[in-house]
């Protein structure tokens, strides 16, 4: 999310280690009350706060060091950082991709290995029916059960999660 903010990797990482530390502090005193707000929406701000305060930093440094536009004839470094507008698509989409590989991780620990296998060869990684038979040495019909199965399995962890945070 960082990244996408308009952060180089430096200051990405800066953001990741302080939002940690952040959360790491809250976290004695920590209750969570569902009618205050989600986990989600709460790491959000929290997230959203170490961005905004990396942007102010470049800003105020930015100010200090280059010259003004009509001097150099150049767009001052302010004007080409990205405004952190659109973080909440960010954050949800992240957060959904975070989702989807905890709620896999549980899922795949669940399922006969060779059901995976087939799970993630076909839908995972996208193969043509055709070769994942080929592959595997199974039917088209065992191929569709695993992925129906699994799938079904997911949606199932991801909701679980969902209402966990």
Same mark, same amino acid.
């Given at each position: 999310?960082?990244?996408?903010?308009?952060?180089?990797? +430096?200051?990405?990482?800066?953001?990741?280690?302080?939002?940690?530390? #952040?959360?790491?502090?809250?976290?004695? *005193?920590?209750?969570?009350?569902?009618?205050?707000? #989600?986990?989600?929406?709460?790491?959000?701000?929290? +997230?959203?706060?170490?961005? +905004?305060?990396? &942007?102010?930093?470049?800003?105020?440094?930015? *100010?200090? =060091?280059?010259?003004?536009?009509?001097?150099?004839?150049?767009? #001052?470094?302010?004007?080409?950082?990205?405004?952190?507008?659109?973080?909440?698509?960010?954050?949800?989409?992240?957060?959904?991709?975070? &989702?989807? +590989?905890?709620?896999?991780?549980?899922?795949?620990?669940?399922?006969?290995?060779?059901?995976?296998?087939?799970?993630? &060869?076909?839908?995972?990684?996208?193969?043509?029916?055709?070769?994942?038979?080929?592959?595997?040495?199974?039917?088209?019909?065992?191929?569709?059960?695993?992925? =129906?199965?699994?799938?079904?399995?997911?949606?199932?962890?991801?909701?679980?999660?969902?209402?966990?945070?």
């Amino acid at each position: 999310m960082a990244l996408r903010s308009g952060l180089n990797e +430096t200051e990405a990482q800066e953001v990741v280690q302080e939002t940690v530390i #952040s959360v790491s502090k809250h976290m004695p *005193d920590f209750h969570y009350d569902r009618a205050k707000g #989600s986990f989600k929406g709460w790491l959000l701000q929290m +997230t959203k706060w170490r961005i +905004t305060d990396h &942007l102010r930093r470049r800003r105020r440094e930015a *100010d200090l =060091h280059v010259r003004p536009r009509e001097e150099t004839g150049l767009t #001052s470094t302010l004007e080409r950082v990205p405004d952190p507008v659109g973080m909440d698509a960010v954050w949800d989409e992240e957060w959904q991709k975070n &989702l989807f +590989t905890a709620a896999l991780g549980q899922v795949k620990t669940s399922v006969k290995p060779r059901h995976y296998q087939v799970f993630d &060869l076909y839908v995972l990684r996208k193969w043509p029916i055709a070769k994942v038979t080929a592959a595997l040495g199974v039917n088209i019909g065992q191929v569709y059960l695993a992925k =129906h199965r699994i799938t079904l399995a997911l949606k199932k962890e991801i909701k679980r999660l969902e209402h966990r945070y």
